[in-house]
Each structure stands twice: as C-alpha cells, then as structure tokens.
Nanobody, 114 residues
Framework: QVQLMESGGGLVQAGGSLRLSCAVSGSIISINRMSWYRQAPGKPRELVASITSGGSTNYADSVKGRFTISRDNAKNTVYLQMNTLKPEDTAVYYC????????WGQGTQVTVSS
C-alpha cells in the first residue's frame, strides 16, 4: 500500500481548466495502473481516466478529448489535466492505485459553475 494525496481542486467557471495532482508516497514505477475516479452527490463513484505503467491511457466517454491523464515517475506524481470543464464534471475526484481494492486518496472537490 501507498499513501496518495490529491491537490488542485477548486471552483471554476464552465469552460475553464484545472489540473489535479496526486502525490504518491512511494515509487509509482511498480504501480501497474493509476487512476482518477470521481463521485458526484447521489451518484456512484465512476472511473474518469487511468494510465498504466507503460503509458497506455483509458478515458470515460464523458471526458474524452477534454481530460488528459499523465504520470511523472521521477516525481511519483500522477496528473489529470481537465479542460473545457462542464457543470456535470462537479464531483469529488479521487486518486487510485492498483484498482478498486488498492489505495485511495482522500479526494479533492471540483466545482464547475454554469
């Protein structure tokens, strides 16, 4: 297990951008998959984007073309660049390592106003 710490959330107007960061306590080189999930009020947690140790990425249909996940192994950090934000992107965003049964961060709130 590792410790994950998200940052970068906040309040932004629709059409704006935010970059979330996830700092990992240990080396992320050995973590085969890092992901970002989100959970809006009254809705289940959903996968937003994931990236493998080899750099392959996967995105939810709702964010394709707007969000970009990346990882910096030297800094043990994973990023989520979010552009053209929409009110429906409002949620708590969670960083995850190794999948649903792996490690989770505490979450960071993203609020997009219309």
């Amino acid at each position: 297990q590792v410790q994950l710490m998200e940052s970068g959330g906040g309040l932004v107007q629709a059409g704006g951008s935010l970059r979330l960061s996830c700092a990992v306590s240990g080396s992320i080189i050995s973590i085969n998959r890092m992901s970002w999930y989100r959970q809006a009020p009254g809705k289940p947690r959903e996968l937003v984007a994931s990236i493998t140790s080899g750099g392959s990425t996967n995105y939810a249909d709702s964010v394709k073309g707007r969000f970009t996940i990346s990882r910096d192994n030297a800094k043990n950090t994973v990023y989520l660049q979010m552009n053209t934000l929409k009110p429906e992107d409002t949620a708590v965003y969670y960083c995850n390592a190794w999948g649903l049964s792996g490690s989770w961060g505490q979450g960071t709130q993203v609020t997009v106003s219309s």
